[in-house]
């Protein structure tokens, strides 16, 4: 009997395909954010991430391996994962493939058929969504108010921000803690969140959500908004949503979509009155 085996799975996702690869190529370390259950850690030993030959070690939930060397190294003498991904078309959706291709130690050693299960269910819970808006006030303006001064969006648009409160921290520090009372297809909720990052050089600001109303639904919730000046005047607001879902039933986050769609309006109204 061969000791050599394939397993492979599809799995449709929402996100874009080059997007999508560009995480898993490039940014690998990333996805311990994403779906920290499944991916403990991802760190690099030798090489650059992204580069041919680099080599990473990953710290998984049923356990720590190398690409070479580690404990599946000790069911295997080889071990290879492969993903390809595949634009659906128009939709925005893609298909993702992964692929183990591996040597088995002995013939006593089973399929990785568990691997390929957790890759499988974990990527399709993973999703993001992004939305482009364009408005005429300045994109330093803009990102002032997201990055330094989000309490004041609730003088802004009131009747979907009602208020944002700092609880640790300064605003306009990575690191500070803060929460918002809004309005969600209709409904109050909260949401506790922890500024990652503040790009003033890109006009790029990073929330990643630690309580509230959405954690009942999603495991994991990043909110990026990045300001970009256009040549003709005016700017372009690009908001990315990153998520994983506690469950498959658990919805896509387009009413979060509409919600910062409406405040990127209504911010720019201001602001141009303002002016």
């Not at 929402?14 to 779906?35: I, Q, W």
């Not at 959706?93 to 050693?109: C, I, P, Q």
Request: net charge negative; hydrophobic share 35%; charged share 25%.
């Amino acid at each position: 009997m061969s000791k050599r085996g394939e397993v492979s799975a599809d799995v449709e996702i929402k996100s874009p395909g080059d997007k999508f690869h560009e995480m898993v190529a490039c940014k690998p370390y990333l996805l311990s954010k994403c779906s920290p259950q499944a991916i403990k850690t991802a760190d690099l030993l030798e090489g650059q991430w992204g580069k041919k030959g680099y080599i990473a070690y990953w710290n998984f939930s049923f356990g720590t391996w190398k690409i070479i060397e580690g404990n599946l190294m000790e069911l295997y003498k080889n071990f290879k994962i492969i993903l390809q991904v595949t634009s659906n078309g128009d939709n925005g959706s893609s298909l993702a493939k992964w692929t183990l291709e591996y040597e088995k130690l002995n013939d006593n050693v089973p399929d990785p058929t568990t691997m390929l299960q957790i890759l499988k269910k974990k990527m399709s819970l993973i999703c993001q969504l992004e939305t482009n808006i364009e408005i005429k006030a300045p994109a330093d303006k803009f990102h002032e108010v997201f990055s330094c001064r989000p309490h004041h969006m609730s003088n802004v648009t009131p009747e979907k921000i009602q208020s944002v409160e700092l609880h640790e921290g300064e605003w306009g520090k990575v690191g500070s803690i803060i929460s918002w009372n809004y309005m969600h297809d209709g409904v109050a909720e909260t949401a506790k969140e922890v500024i990652e990052v503040i790009d003033d050089e890109n006009y790029s600001t990073t929330f990643r959500v630690i309580e509230g109303h959405l954690l009942e639904k999603y495991k994991d919730f990043d909110v990026t908004v990045q300001v970009t000046p256009k040549r003709d005047g005016g700017s372009l607001v690009h908001w990315t949503i990153k998520y994983e879902k506690a469950s498959e039933e658990a919805p896509d986050a387009k009413g979060i979509i509409q919600l910062v769609t409406d405040m990127t309006k209504d911010l720019d109204a201001h602001l141009i009155e303002q002016a």
